[in-house]
Structures are given as structure tokens and as C-alpha cells.
């Protein structure tokens, strides 16, 4: 099984411009989807982007749409996630998610078969 660490979390103000990334422990994904996922307390865990290995499409949940921008570099085997204009209620684990199939809805958790443990990101007003 693929091991995925992120990093990049922290405490931050709102506005803020951090990003994360998710190695993929040598593994590369040249095929399927690779995304993001987060888990606020007492909230379901939630797609934030995904994005279509080699083809490059990309997809966002609107609650990001605009300011998460989600890329990947097979040469690093690295996921990223930039994030701008961060708000509270951005606060959550952050989980990176790959599988080497196409799903047909890569915002949704059914269906990858990667995760990492998670970075938290905590937002302050």
C-alpha cells in the first residue's frame, strides 16, 4: 500500500497564503486522480480539489473555488495544495487521497485507496 505524508500545516491569521504538499513516498502516480480532503470537528470529511493525473483537469469544491489551487509534480512525486486568502472556516484536517483509476467523481471519498494521516490548519481571525 502507497504511503502519503503531508506537511505544510500550522496556525495561521486569515488571509494567509500557505500551501501543502503530499509526498508520495516514491511511488508515482503516472495514471487516475490525486486530491484533497478535510475534516473539521463535528463536520464530515469533505473534498477541497482533485485533479486528473497527466490530463491536468482539475476540480474544486465551491467553498474553495477561486482560492485553492491544487497541482501535482511527478518528476518530486509530490501533491500540492496552494491556499490563498485562508478563512476560519477553512480550519480542518487536511488529508491528501490518491488511486490510480480514473474516478468518475473524484470529489468524492469512494474510491480512493491512498491517504495520509493529515496536516491540521488552523485559521484565526
Known amino acids: 500500500q502507497v504511503l502519503l505524508v503531508e506537511s505544510g500545516g500550522g496556525s495561521v491569521h486569515a488571509g494567509a497564503t500557505p500551501s501543502l504538499a503530499c509526498s508520495t513516498a516514491g511511488h508515482t502516480y503516472s495514471r487516475g486522480c490525486t486530491a484533497w480532503f478535510r475534516e473539521a470537528p463535528e463536520k464530515d470529511r469533505e473534498a477541497a480539489a482533485a485533479i486528473y493525473i497527466g490530463a491536468g483537469r482539475t476540480f474544486y469544491a465551491d467553498s474553495v473555488k477561486g482560492r485553492f489551487t491544487i497541482s501535482q509534480d511527478n518528476a518530486k512525486n509530490t501533491l500540492y495544495l496552494q491556499m490563498n486568502n485562508l478563512k476560519p472556516e477553512d480550519t480542518a484536517m487536511y488529508y491528501c487521497?490518491?488511486?490510480?483509476?480514473?474516478?468518475?467523481?473524484?470529489?468524492?471519498?469512494?474510491?480512493?485507496?491512498?491517504w495520509g494521516q493529515g496536516t491540521q490548519v488552523t485559521v484565526s481571525s
Open positions: 487521497a490518491a488511486d490510480e483509476a480514473w474516478l468518475v467523481a473524484p470529489l468524492k471519498r469512494l474510491g480512493y485507496d491512498a
